[in-house]
């Protein structure tokens, strides 16, 4: 690969990993099953198929996306008479990962002169601040191209009010410096403040490292304190295995057993991984130490789950280690309930370890219960009474209550009295006591195991008086029909400070 091609898939897979956590964050954000805030209506119309038609364009974006981070087209953008124009069409591609290569490809070309003007400009650009971060990485990385010294200059200055960006671009100037002249950069480097210190280290030794890995690890008798760092030889071996990742696993074979081996290991087998995860299992299963075998196939297999699912599940089928199935089942699970439901009902059935398929099962059930709650719950009726079908109505309860809580209660009064009832009333009670507190009490009061009856009590009692504490202790008054050990504990409840 050329240098500049090089140089292009280096930023485009920085900026994709901001872009992956940007999409992590948004999924946090609105996730199924998060605690309700009192403020929120009881409930809002839903549409049914919208979180369907999200996950799979998520899922071929995040696939388009790990695609261009593997292999950046080989191609030079074409000569731009007008910047600011340039930049402002890349800014409008219609997907993000369209908009981050094109913002990659408008400063591709641009020489060192015309690069601190493009500083300016991204940093008074309008759109949004991802948007201006990935532009500022990319021209860095340009300048870092072609005057490296003047780049890491300007990226100690402090690009942005954010600490945590401002040294991810350090880090990708120094790397690209470190592959270009590796003593110039490191005595740069050294002469840092500790703010600035620890990132640019990194960014050195994973510069070197992508094509001389000895002498990456050379450098570290220059830092002292990365050099007893175990991050260090990870950043060293993930680059090193980006280009040879045999001879990054057998050098790392050669350290002395310990944190230093063992984060090289992993730098191996996540970079190996997440670009050849066959290749890479068939390595991490001949390891001789059982310890660093197992946690090299776990690495693996959770790489394998996110890039090809279905082949990662059908080797963890393979798998005779329980203990190591009951690991990877379920971000296998749901990786295949993105991409192929009846697969990964499949793969859950198929399981024989009853942890690893109660696991699997789980996240089928996460994803039936959002996008088909009928469908959901004739999957949980097909267990048997349990543990297992006790967790799958405990998470169609819960999201059941956050698309609505009237059909969510409807939906509790059909079950028969049983432990897995009781499970599905607890993840009602839970939301609901912020809502509707007496409501939330008397589903409480119907569950029919005695212990789970009074944790379930107890716990929506103490919610309800930290709220609204003279309304709980009015219910207590008033309730004669509540059990008198019941009462009795609610009683032993200490009142909040006013």
């Known amino acids: 690969m050329s240098p500049r ?6 930023v485009l897979a920085l900026a994709v990993a901001w872009w992956l956590g940007m999409l992590a964050e948004r999924s946090r954000s609105g996730a199924p099953g998060r605690e309700t805030n009192a403020h929120e209506p009881t409930h809002q ?16 974006e995040m696939r388009a996306a790990r695609e261009a981070a593997d292999a950046f087209p080989d191609r030079t953008p074409a000569p731009a008479h007008d910047l600011a124009a340039r930049l402002e069409a890349a800014r409008q591609a219609p997907t993000d990962i369209q908009r981050i290569r094109r913002l990659i490809m408008a400063t591709g070309d641009l020489s060192a002169e015309e690069i601190p003007a493009a500083l300016a400009l991204a940093a008074h650009s309008g759109g949004d601040k991802g948007t201006r971060e990935i532009l500022r990485l990319a021209l860095l990385a340009r300048w ?23 040294s991810e671009m350090l880090k990708t100037v120094i790397g690209e410096w470190g592959v270009r002249d590796p003593a110039a950069a490191a005595d740069f480097v050294a002469a840092l403040d500790a703010d600035y210190g620890k990132p640019a280290v990194f960014g050195l030794l994973a510069g070197v490292a992508t094509s001389q890995p000895e002498t990456a690890l050379a450098l570290l008798a220059r830092f002292p304190d990365a050099a007893q760092e175990g991050e260090s030889y990870k950043v060293i071996f993930s680059a090193w295995s980006g280009r040879d990742p045999r001879s990054a696993a057998a050098r790392a074979a ?11 290991l992993a730098g191996v087998t996540e970079r ?21 075998r197992v946690v090299a196939l776990k690495t693996t297999l959770h790489a394998w789950a996110e890039r090809d699912p279905q082949s990662a599940a059908n080797r963890a089928l393979g798998l005779a280690d329980a203990a190591l199935l009951r690991d990877v089942s379920g971000d296998i699970a749901r990786e295949l309930t993105q991409s192929d439901l009846p697969a990964a009902q499949r793969f859950a059935a198929q399981l024989g370890d009853d942890e690893a398929r109660a696991t699997a099962q789980q996240m089928v059930m996460a994803r039936l219960s959002e996008k088909n709650p009928a469908e959901a719950a004739a999957y949980a009726a097909q267990m048997p009474e349990g543990p297992q079908r006790m967790g799958a109505l405990y998470t169609l309860s819960a999201t059941l209550f956050m698309r609505d809580p009237v059909a969510a209660a409807q939906w509790l009064g059909t079950l028969p009295p049983s432990g897995s009832r009781d499970s599905a009333v607890s ?20 569950m029919t195991g005695v212990d789970e009856r009074a944790k379930t009590t107890m716990k929506a009692f103490q919610m309800w008086q930290k709220k609204a504490p003279q309304a709980a202790q009015a219910w207590l ?22």
């Open 427 to 446: 993840a009602y009670v839970d939301r609901a006591v912020a809502l509707d507190p007496e409501s939330a009490m008397a589903w409480a009061g119907s």
């Open 5 to 10: 091609l090089r140089l292009a898939a280096s």
């Open 45 to 60: 119309p839903a549409d049914a198929d919208a979180p369907a038609r999200r996950d799979a364009a998520r899922a071929a």
């Open 477 to 498: 008054d008033a309730n004669r029909t509540l059990p008198e050990d019941v009462r009795a504990s609610l009683g032993q409840v200490p009142r909040p400070t006013p």
């Open 254 to 264: 050669t350290l002395p057993p310990g944190d230093f081996r063992e984060r090289a």
């Open 144 to 166: 870092a191209e072609l005057d490296p010294p003047a780049a890491a200059a300007v990226a100690t200055q402090g690009l942005t009010a954010d600490r945590n960006s401002d």
């Open 272 to 292: 190996w991984a997440g670009r050849d995860p066959a290749t890479a299992f068939a390595w991490a299963a001949q390891l001789g130490d059982p310890a660093e």
